[in-house]
């Protein structure tokens, strides 16, 4: 029971956001709210298959937040695009905002950790020179793959 | 209601991130690599979209199945009533399979469900 739990969204967020919608007395069902799990899952695989198809017929092998934003429209979600665009943008904002505040953070270690050669010193290396992420990375990660090109920062001159 | 706050930092504490994701990032990701043996690489932002547009479904499918239960003059949403909304949604077809699977009384009025 708990591993096809993990195939779903997460209950508890899925009656969150029913709840918020709703209004203050409306009640909300056990059953519809796994409904509506079930179904926010499916949407996830649906409009995911979609997009992938997009991305195999362009041989490319990323799937990308334009690519689920393309399969939303041509899906029919395209009323949902601009608030998506617009929350999109906000997090890269928000992004490049963290990674400048991190690289002032790393420019002040980076000088004791260049002697050692710590293991994080080298994934940091790996990973900026990568968009994709798979499965095991972690969202860390992700930020660095936003430094590309800023490795040179922990090189002493 | 509920406020924005301890609950949504703890989610983002978990995923890494500051901001209010509604949704697991990584659950996220997860069913997207399960959607298909295509699907291999997946870029950082894509579960942020998702997270957003999985909220937008949620409540749209909600303020639908909503719709339902005032019809029928409750103030408890039933699967019934999402079963309902998905119905009369066409860009909701891709559900049919899934609310009929669950058993659902699908109310005569809103339609026939035909079996793909």
Redesign the interface.
Known sequence: MVEEQDKLLPIANVGKIMKQILPPRAKISKEAKQTMQECATEFISFVTGEASDKCHKENRKTVNGDDICWALSTLGFDNYTEAIVRYLHKYREDERERAKNQSKVTATSSNEDKAKESPSHKSREQTTSVQQIDETSSAPSELRALKKGKSSLTNPP | ??QAGTYSGL?SKM?????TH????A??????????D?????????P???S????????E???R??TM?MQGKR?????D???SA?IAT???D??LT??SE?GNNINADAGQVNPR
Request: proline letters at 2%.
């Open positions: 209601m509920r989610l995923s890494g991130r500051t901001g509604s949704l697991p990032l659950r996220i990701k997860k069913i997207m690599k399960k959607s298909g295509d699907v291999k690489m997946i870029s950082g932002e894509a942020i979209v998702f957003k547009a999985c909220e937008l479904f949620i409540e499918l909600t303020k199945s909503w239960t103030r408890t949403l039933l699967k009533d999402v079963a998905v066409d860009i909701f891709f559900l899934l609310v669950s």
